[in-house]
C-alpha cells in the first residue's frame, strides 16, 4: 500500500526522507521515495515555501524544517535507525554548488566485491555522467580497498574508505557547469531498482578523499 505525503517546501521533504527511510513502523519497514513521474524542481524554487491561507509565510519570513530529533520520542510500535541522523542534518546543510557531486543510494556493498562486475558498474556509470560535462574523476569506493590518490598529487594514495562512503560514486567534474547538470538529471532517477539521490560535495573534500 502506497502513501503520499506533501510538504510546503522541497527542501523541508528531502531532509525528512532518510528520518523515514527503513523505519519500522508496526513489524514492517517503510520504503521512502520520490514518485514515479517525479522532476527535479529548477534551482529558483529550492527555497520556495508553498503559502497557506491565514498563516502568514514566505521563503524569506518562514525557516525550512530542520532535523533535530532532541527529546522527541517515536510512538509505539516505531523504531528509527540513529545512524540515519548525520544524513538528515547533511541534507539539512546542503553544499553550495561545486564541480564535485556525490551520487547516494546507487549500489550495494555485494555489487563491488567481484573486479568484473566492478569494472563494468564504473564504465556505465562513467559513460551516463560523461553525458554532462568532461567528468575528470570518478570514484566507487569499495570495502577494505584503498582510495587512488589525487592525479595532481595533493594527497596520498591509500586514504582509509569509510563505511559510510560504500554503495556512493563520487564525481569530480571539469566545470561546475557539469557538475549542476549532472544533479539535475541524474537526481531522482531509478539506477538498479535504487532511486538515485544527488548532492554537490565540496571540492576540497573531493581531493582529500574526505568521503563518507
Known amino acids: 500500500m502506497e502513501q503520499f505525503l506533501e510538504f510546503r517546501a522541497v527542501q523541508d521533504a528531502t531532509v525528512c526522507m532518510p528520518y523515514l527511510q527503513n523505519i519500522t513502523l508496526y513489524n514492517r519497514q517503510l ?11 529548477p534551482p529558483y524554487l529550492d ?17 525550512l524544517l530542520q532535523p533535530n530529533m532532541e527529546g522527541v520520542s517515536l510512538p509505539s510500535g516505531m523504531i528509527a535507525d540513529p545512524s540515519l541522523l548525520a544524513a538528515a542534518e547533511a541534507a ?21 566485491e567481484s573486479e568484473e562486475e ?8 562513467r559513460s551516463e ?16 580497498r584503498p ?9 596520498a594514495e591509500g586514504a582509509v574508505v569509510k563505511p559510510s562512503a560504500v554503495g556512493k560514486v563520487f564525481v569530480l567534474y571539469a566545470s ?13 532517477r531509478s539506477f538498479n531498482d535504487k532511486r538515485v539521490n544527488v548532492v554537490f560535495l565540496d571540492e576540497a573534500k573531493f581531493k582529500a578523499r574526505d568521503f563518507e
Not at 32 to 41: S, T
Not at 176 to 188: D, R, T
Open 129 to 144: 555522467c560523461d553525458r554532462f560535462g568532461e567528468v575528470k574523476e570518478l570514484i566507487i569506493p569499495r570495502p577494505d
Open 31 to 41: 520504503r521512502v521515495g520520490r514518485p514515479a513521474d517525479y522532476k527535479q524542481p
Open 147 to 155: 582510495l587512488p590518490a589525487p592525479a595532481d598529487g595533493s594527497a
Open 47 to 63: 527555497s520556495y515555501i508553498v503559502p497557506i491561507p491565514g498563516h502568514p509565510a514566505s521563503s524569506h519570513s518562514t525557516k
Open 92 to 112: 539539512a546543510s546542503p553544499v553550495q554548488p561545486s564541480c564535485a557531486v556525490v551520487l547516494q543510494n546507487i549500489l550495494a556493498a555485494s555489487e563491488l
Open 176 to 188: 561546475q557547469e557539469g557538475a549542476v547538470a549532472a544533479k539535475n538529471a541524474l537526481h531522482g
Open 118 to 125: 566492478y569494472g563494468e558498474i564504473v564504465a556505465d556509470i
